[in-house]
């Protein structure tokens, strides 16, 4: 299979984003802004509120169309009160994508918000091309 095609099928693959996992700092001052929930679920909105940061820090103008294609499942996840939500990796690479932009400028009061979610989604990748590799490697024939 071509590598055009994998990275077609990589895209379109389904993953669970679970906005409690990345390791995110809620100070006391933060809880004022939120609902009066968990701690599960301050961290899980700090982490939407971070994606929702970082997509407009990106995006200071607006976006295109084109763009505005994986950036629409992502809001109605971030405005969900669901703790979890299926995207696909080409989502998520569209996501980190945007913290690789060079002109990328972050308020300070979401520095550590947005790093943490950086972290979540370089591990979020590594994590399927592990399972793709373990998937290629049981559908080997054996030597």
Same mark, same amino acid.
């Given at each position: 299979m071509g590598e055009a095609k994998l990275a077609k099928i990589f895209e379109a693959r389904p993953v669970l984003? +679970?906005? $409690?996992?990345?390791? *995110? *700092? *809620?100070?006391s001052g933060d809880h004022l802004n939120m /609902? =009066? $929930? &968990? =701690?599960? +679920?301050h961290s899980s909105q700090a982490v939407k509120l971070a994606i929702k940061h970082l997509v407009g820090a990106a995006y200071p103008q607006?976006? &295109?169309?084109?763009? /505005?294609d994986?950036?629409?499942l992502l809001q109605e996840c971030c405005n969900a009160p669901e703790t979890a @939500?299926? %995207? $696909?990796?080409g989502e998520v690479e569209w996501l980190? +994508? =945007?913290?690789?932009?060079s002109d990328l400028k972050i308020a300070s009061s979401y520095i550590q918000w947005v790093r @943490? %979610?950086?972290?979540? %989604?370089? =591990? %979020?990748?590594?994590d399927e091309e592990d399972k793709i590799a373990a998937e290629k490697a049981e559908a080997a024939p054996a030597a």
């Open positions: 984003f +679970d906005f $409690t996992k990345p390791k *995110v *700092v *809620v100070g /609902s =009066q $929930t &968990s =701690q599960e +679920d607006g976006m &295109s169309l084109k763009e /505005s994986h950036w629409e @939500a299926e %995207l $696909t990796m980190r +994508d =945007q913290l690789d932009k @943490a %979610l950086g972290r979540y %989604l370089k =591990q %979020l990748k590594g």
